[in-house]
């Protein structure tokens, strides 16, 4: 996909005419203004760049007007809204329902793809097909995990993160070899966090490199560390009607945001994928 002028709406076949916020304008109204305000934006090479704002205000031109006010407004930002508002700015307990869980998991996903398509020379994680098959009726393909997790950063503050990394099986693979083969189950994986006032959510897409590998098998299901089962649920994938109790039992303050973040970082897979 292209930049510029012949850019394509990443969900459907008309031109990238909108803007759309990486925080939706109804996040950004119920936010209050930082007298102070800084937003810092970080590159995959590690720089930074950063500009004085209010509120932590981002767009990207990657949709088209169509969708944007359309099925987005619709089936995601008004949904999501009565689904979390009450909790964003409040530090009040709520009950997802399996429904909502639905609302947010969609939400959390379409976020994750205009991060993903934030930079037009990054090539995207979600095909075409997968794409649009999410505006058609928000399916959320395979390989995508979801948690929710409560941010008390001693303010309301609003951020992301996203990194994407290629990693394999730990242990040596051939250990008579002195140069080790690259593990055929080599895995790429996509993480984002969104942090919205009291609200975090944390996005995971995985999927194998190698194309015959996939073909036969499906991504193993992520879980977490045990020390973080205080501080995320799982809301999706949802198996059957779940029911999410929130804010879980420990928060994520600032002396943690960054580990919470990239924990990620490693995974003990089955030992067989070592062989």
């Known amino acids: 996909m292209g930049s510029g002028k012949g850019r394509q709406c990443i969900f459907c076949p008309n031109k990238a005419d909108s803007q759309e916020h990486i925080w939706s304008q109804w996040i950004l109204d119920l936010l209050p203004e930082g007298k102070d305000g800084v937003f810092v934006k970080r590159f995959p090479d590690g720089s930074e760049k950063s500009w004085p704002t209010p509120k932590p205000e981002l767009t990207v031109g ?14 995601l930002e008004g949904p999501m809204k009565e689904a979390t508002a009450n909790i964003i700015i409040h530090n009040n307990k709520k009950t997802f329902s399996g429904g909502e869980c ?16 934030s930079n037009p020379h990054t090539e995207p994680i979600f095909s075409t097909e997968q794409r649009r098959g999410f505006a058609h009726d928000l399916t959320i393909p395979k ?38 083969p690259v593990s055929p189950y080599r895995f790429q994986i996509y993480v984002c966090v969104f942090s919205i006032g009291y609200l975090l959510l944390q996005i995971t897409a995985a999927r194998w490199t190698e194309r015959k590998v996939a073909n036969l098998l499906n991504f193993p299901p992520i879980i977490q560390g045990k020390a973080f089962d205080d501080y995320a649920i799982p809301i999706w994938p949802n198996l059957g009607n779940m029911i999410v109790d929130w804010p879980p039992r420990r928060s994520v303050g600032n002396d943690m945001f960054d580990s919470f973040c990239s924990r990620m970082d490693k995974f003990n897979l089955p030992q067989w994928m070592g062989a």
Request: proline letters at 3%; charged letters at 15%.
């Open 102 to 117: 639905d609302v947010v998991a969609a939400w959390a996903f379409k976020t994750m793809l205009l991060a993903n398509h």
């Open 62 to 75: 990657v949709v088209c007007e169509r969708c944007n006010n359309g099925w987005m407004s619709a089936k």
């Open 143 to 180: 390989g995508v995990q979801i948690w929710t997790a409560k941010r008390n950063a001693g303010y309301l503050t609003a951020r992301y993160t996203s990194e994407l990394s290629i990693m394999q099986p730990a242990g040596e693979i051939a250990p008579h070899l002195k140069n080790l």
